[in-house]
């Protein structure tokens, strides 16, 4: 063998993954080559300097994070359970300041017209899925866990509900995360995020698919009440997002998930 | 899941090395986290699937496919700090170094040089990096390395060669540069 033939090999045998043959024809020529020689020692000393930068450090309370994530995808959620996680009480608190009080009439106004309305609701749930978002804004906290950490949120959401959507934080958008809630829309257990945008709330709701579901799309829903709805879906959820924020910056926010959230490469809809 | 102890036993203890795949490949730590996070998910999920022993292969092989499904759907909005890491600006590896008490020149010293190979190895394409990680930080074997990555041995082989071969250009460029510097 010459410098030619061993020089496609030289990795494989400073690695030791040569089959014995040839390790052994290697070995003859590398043995009697300064060239190849020193090329070999150049990658084995290559390879220790990289094995001496050694891993990047695991970041803080992962492991919780994933045992976490572990034991929610391991039990399966029951309908009894998600009842259960909604605080029922309008607490005192909320009804301290105007903002609050105001939130709490046009929600009450909300309700009050769902209830008087049940007929009308359209086939994509886009008055299930305000209500859903009125109710959360009537609770005393608006989210169960409090964490404007996508990972803390996350493992939460697999012990309460089996399913973890991702979660992003996208304060740097302008949509900090507030934290999220279990919650039960459309007759499935939904996790539901809140971000907030300025004074108005957004709660993101997302379910797994249900099969023959149709895209929800943009329902416009409650265009009069001032609360808008925008659905879309990907491989595995669908997604609504609500608030009483204008339209233009609630697709916004959508179009900042379906960029992030959604991998299968459905948009949400455009205004 | 039924496998619960099994699923501890053999694929939580290779967190370590899932994070540190999804994070070279990732390049940031919060799209590192959220790949092992997701591969973690789709581990427990399909773990009844699992019936061989090499919980570690398996494990990465889903990281790492996880993290290639993430970079491949478009970078998230947020990668945008990843221009730090391009620069090889990447402070989290090197400053966890143990010290082994040296001078504070021959500290700075190995820090220089670690840093000027850690942004060394972050320029490399993705299909090289993953290789070179696999092998010499993990010491996977190359039959290892073939069945996480999907590909047959010998374009393991033959990546590992070219990374290191781009490895190696890169610091020489390096080492002349710095040395133009100091005159």
Redesign the interface.
């Known amino acids: 063998m010459n410098c030619e033939d061993v020089q496609?090999l030289?990795?494989?045998y400073a690695?030791d993954?040569l089959s014995a043959s040839d390790r052994l024809a290697v070995r003859g020529h590398v043995d009697g080559c300064e060239t190849c020689a020193r090329d070999v020692a150049?990658?084995r000393a290559?390879?220790r300097?990289?094995?001496?930068?050694?891993?990047?450090?695991?970041?803080e309370g992962?492991?919780r994070?994933?045992?976490a994530?572990?034991d929610g995808?391991?039990q399966q959620p029951e309908a009894s359970r998600w009842r259960s996680v909604r605080p029922s009480r309008i607490p005192v608190a909320v009804l301290l300041g105007s903002h609050a009080v105001a939130v709490l009439i046009g929600a009450i106004a909300v309700i009050a017209w769902l209830w008087l309305m049940p007929g009308k609701s359209p086939a994509n749930g886009g008055r299930e899925i305000v209500s859903a978002h009125v109710r959360g804004l009537l609770q005393n906290q608006f989210s169960s866990v409090e964490s404007g950490n996508?990972?803390t949120v996350?493992?939460w959401f697999?012990g309460k509900t089996g399913f973890?959507p991702?979660v992003?934080d996208l304060a740097?958008?302008g949509f900090p995360l507030q934290g999220g809630r279990v919650d039960h829309v459309l007759g499935r257990p939904a996790a539901a995020l809140v971000y907030v945008r300025r004074n108005h709330r957004i709660t993101l709701f997302i379910a797994p698919h249900r099969a023959g579901e149709a895209d929800p799309g943009d329902t416009g829903a409650g265009g009069s009440d001032g609360y808008h709805v925008v659905g879309w879906r990907d491989a595995e959820f669908t997604y609504w997002a609500v608030s009483d924020l204008n339209r233009a910056e609630l697709h916004a926010f959508a179009a900042?998930l379906g960029?992030?959230v959604d991998?299968a490469?459905t948009r949400p809809p455009d205004p | 899941?039924r496998r619960?102890a099994e699923?501890?036993r053999l694929i939580?203890p290779h967190?370590?090395?899932a994070?540190?795949l999804a994070?070279?490949l990732t390049g940031n730590?919060?799209d590192?986290?959220?790949a092992?996070?997701?591969a973690?998910?789709r581990a427990?999920?399909g773990f009844d699937g699992f019936a061989g022993s090499d919980g570690a292969r398996w494990i990465l092989a889903i990281v790492r496919n996880t993290c290639f499904?993430?970079l491949r759907?478009?970078r998230?909005?947020?990668n945008v700090v990843r221009l730090e890491t391009a620069r090889g600006h990447a402070p989290?590896?090197?400053e966890?170094?143990p010290d082994s008490a040296p001078g504070p020149e021959d500290q700075l010293h190995a820090k220089r040089?670690?840093e000027r190979?850690?942004a060394a190895?972050a320029a490399l394409p993705d299909g090289l990096r993953e290789v070179?990680?696999l092998?010499?930080?993990e010491?996977f074997?190359?039959a290892q390395i073939a069945a996480i990555v999907d590909v047959p041995i010998g374009t393991v082989?033959?990546r590992?060669?070219r990374a290191?071969k781009r490895?190696?250009e890169a610091l020489v460029q390096d080492d002349e540069q710095g040395r133009r510097h100091e005159l």
Request: glycine content about 8%.
């Open positions: 496609g030289l990795g494989a690695d993954e150049r990658i290559l390879g300097r990289v094995q001496a930068l050694g891993r990047y450090p695991l970041p992962i492991e994070r994933i045992a994530l572990v995808a391991a996508p990972h996350r493992p697999a973890a991702r992003v740097e958008a900042l960029a992030t991998r490469g | 899941m619960r699923f501890e939580l967190l370590p090395a994070y540190n994070r070279w730590p919060q590192a986290e959220d092992v996070q997701d973690y998910l427990c999920r499904t993430m759907k478009g998230m909005w947020r989290d590896a090197i966890a170094q040089e670690g190979l850690h190895i070179l990680i092998r010499e930080v010491g074997s190359y082989m033959s590992l060669s290191r490895l190696q």
